[in-house]
């Protein structure tokens, strides 16, 4: 069983930056591609960046494209969400998942294998 513990959430003005991080336990972090969601109020939770286990292969939503950058660092079992150049309508609860999948973490959130309890971003403008 995977836990995994979101922290770095915030308050930011538009323009700002912050940096999220996903600390997993439980498991063997490299067996897991790793992704952020996230779920703004009266929205249905979308897909924001991935990364393989390897770190060698990212993606991201087009929303997100060239402001944030997701990494992972497999000796501290971290995968973290650099966010630059933040809009208010980045405004959500941001999600840490994990899985043994990185088809299931791009194209089928509702069946991934294990989530984090979520952190709140605000930016205000």
């Known amino acids: 069983q995977v836990q995994l513990v979101e922290s770095g959430g915030g308050l930011v003005q538009a323009g700002g930056s912050l940096r999220l991080s996903c600390a997993a336990s439980g498991g063997t972090f490299t067996n897991y591609a790793m992704g952020w969601f996230r779920q703004a109020p009266g929205k249905e939770r979308e897909f924001v960046a991935a990364?393989?286990?390897?770190?060698?292969?990212?993606y991201y939503a087009d929303s997100v494209k060239g402001r944030f950058t997701i990494s992972r660092d497999n000796a501290k079992n971290t995968v973290s969400l650099q966010m630059n150049s933040l809009k208010p309508e980045d405004t959500a609860v941001y999600y840490c998942?994990?899985?043994?999948?990185?088809?299931?973490?791009?194209?089928?959130?509702?069946?991934?294998?294990?989530w984090g309890q979520g952190t709140q971003v605000t930016v205000s403008s």
């Open positions: 998942a994990a899985d043994n999948s990185l088809a299931t973490i791009l194209v089928n959130m509702k069946t991934l294998d294990y």
């Open positions: 990364i393989n286990w390897s770190g060698g292969r990212t």
